[in-house]
């Protein structure tokens, strides 16, 4: 997957690793990440004790207001603000 592609480009089928939250639609994702490995992530930002895995097709709505943005580089992410309802970048804790 291209460095440079747009987060609205990836393919519907492209595996994302997501948590039980998100799986069980009992909360949206607020994280956005892709791990060193290139993996793609979307948690509800808790530590992931129960992972899943989903087509990106089935997130993309999640992501309408950042899918202009480019797929966020290995080791990083793209974080929302749970007050403003913002995406912002950011570098994944090691
Ligand atoms: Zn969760």
């Not at 930002?45 to 797929?71: P, R, S, T, W």
Request: charged share 30%; glycine share 6%; hydrophobic share 40%.
């Amino acid at each position: 997957m291209a460095a440079k592609m747009k987060i609205m480009d990836i393919p519907s089928n492209t595996a994302v690793c997501i948590c039980e939250h998100v799986f069980e639609k009992s909360a949206p994702p607020m994280l956005f990440a892709r791990e060193q490995t290139g993996e793609l992530i979307a948690t509800c930002g808790c530590e992931v004790k129960k992972a899943h895995m989903v087509g990106f097709g089935h997130l993309v709505k999640f992501f309408e207001d950042i899918k202009q943005e480019e797929i966020p580089e290995e080791g990083s992410h793209f974080e929302k603000d749970r007050k403003t309802d913002i995406w912002k970048k950011g570098v994944l804790e090691a």
